[in-house]
């Protein structure tokens, strides 16, 4: 096994974690070998009904909040200390993987699994939680989850946000049966959580470029998620002359180019168009109005936002070029995120414990972390992608580097709660 110079700290039973990432993962499987479960719906319940019975297993107090977060809870030596939270969530995006999140909460599940069996206390609590909707797929607005237990979460915004059948996260709650009136009571207060710490698939190529396991994160990359929307003129695609279209299409297709440009150019920036919807949408017709998305994420807030601008700017110049009328909505903006000291050193122990090099790495994707900032010191495990893949059926992290991350979760969550 990779980077296991003291095999004796491996504590995990590797078997059962991956046991019920396999099992998990048949929930919400479609035919092409990817998984979709998104929040609110029967695909997560199913799957958050399953991890209720892991969590039982492991001896652990289950409560879902109003959020619809799902809590499993292991006492300490002091019931009344602040609690440490490890987890993430097992909503995924269409057709993902069976890693991008429910390793994390599975991970954190066998942990307390393994310090029940093997009678370890703790001063803090420990708690393992599954958050709702960390990936934003269904409603194009994630993190409902970690948003609501942060206190972060306006009563609003479930009403403003709704997926493509038009219906709201609101609406979507009461159909889950939860009321979404009651959301502020998710909201823990500050001083109730003594850290967070979460084990991911890095889904970048980094850890296996060093041939490592596993590495301690740095800090979380603050995305933008912008809507555009264009309106031009709808035209028959025979008879109206190209120096006489409004073609909102063609607009759009000069502002991508122009945001891989201006991402490109920095080195650090991502920009990612992942939704486009034209109308009429006919293939004699000249689309009339255009609506893409835009992430748009760096590690450096004042870069990421400079890059915005001059996109922002471009695209208003390339409209009014082409008669295209031009409306950029905010879905979502969150700061970078760096993690904090108190948990980046237990997890540099952890690794040194469990003989794995202590690589440092940033991540570029967001995480329900990143919420959590200002409620509680808060940390990141990665553990090694292969080929760096993800939100795809070919997401991969073999069994040994799950067991690799999962132990050296195990060391850091045993240090944060003042075990022994």
């Known amino acids: 096994m990779r980077a296991t110079r003291q095999k004796e700290r491996y504590v995990i039973d590797t078997d059962r974690l991956w046991r019920r990432i396999s099992e998990l993962g048949e929930i919400g499987r479609q035919e092409g070998g990817g998984v979709t479960r998104l929040s609110f719906t029967e695909e997560e319940r199913a799957a958050k009904d399953l991890v209720a019975s892991y969590m039982k297993e492991a001896g652990l107090s289950i409560r879902e909040d109003a959020a619809g977060n799902l809590l499993g809870r ?69 993190m409902i989850g970690s948003r609501a237990l942060a206190g972060r979460l306006p009563p609003e ?30 909201a823990r207060p500050v001083g109730s959580v003594k850290a967070y710490v979460e084990l991911h698939i890095e889904q970048g190529q980094v850890l296996e470029n060093e041939d490592l396991p596993a590495g301690v994160v740095t800090g979380i990359a603050g995305p933008v998620w912008l809507r555009l929307s264009l309106e031009g003129e709808t035209g028959h695609a025979g008879a109206t002359p190209m120096n006489l279209r409004r073609d909102s299409l063609a607009a759009a297709a000069e502002i991508m180019g122009l945001i891989e440009a201006e991402a490109s150019a920095t080195g650090t920036t991502v920009g990612t168009v992942g939704q486009l919807n034209l109308k009429p949408g006919g293939i ?38 082409r008669d295209v009328e031009m409306d950029i909505e905010t879905l979502q903006r969150l700061a970078p995120a760096p993690c904090s000291e108190l948990v980046k050193s237990a997890v540099e122990r952890a690794c040194e414990r469990v003989g794995i090099r202590a690589h440092a790495l940033p991540s570029g994707a967001g995480h329900d972390g990143m919420q959590l900032t200002e409620l509680c010191p808060m940390g990141m495990i990665f553990v090694c992608s292969k080929n760096g893949v993800s939100h795809s059926p070919d997401e991969w992290s073999t069994k040994e580097d799950c067991a690799a991350g999962s132990n050296v979760l195990y060391w850091t969550v045993l240090d944060l709660a003042g075990g022994g």
Do not use: W
């Open 157 to 186: 915004d479930l009403i403003k946000y709704e997926d493509g059948d038009d219906v709201s996260v609101a609406e979507a709650m009461r159909a889950y049966g939860l009321d979404p009136e009651r959301i502020g009571e998710a």
């Open 74 to 142: 292991r006492g300490g030596r002091s019931p009344d200390s602040p609690a440490v939270l490890v987890g993430s969530h097992v909503d995924s995006v269409y057709n993902g993987g069976n890693f991008d999140g429910p390793l994390g909460v599975l991970s954190g599940i066998e942990v307390l699994h393994v310090m029940e069996e093997q009678g370890i206390e703790t001063k803090h609590p420990i708690e393992v939680v599954a958050f709702t909707d960390e990936e934003g797929t269904r409603f194009s607005f994630g």
């Open 284 to 321: 004699n017709i000249i689309p009339g109005r255009v609506e893409f998305s835009l992430d748009l994420r760096d590690i450096d807030e004042g870069v990421r936002d400079r890059v915005e601008r001059r996109i922002t700017e471009g695209a208003g110049e390339i409209c009014r070029r």
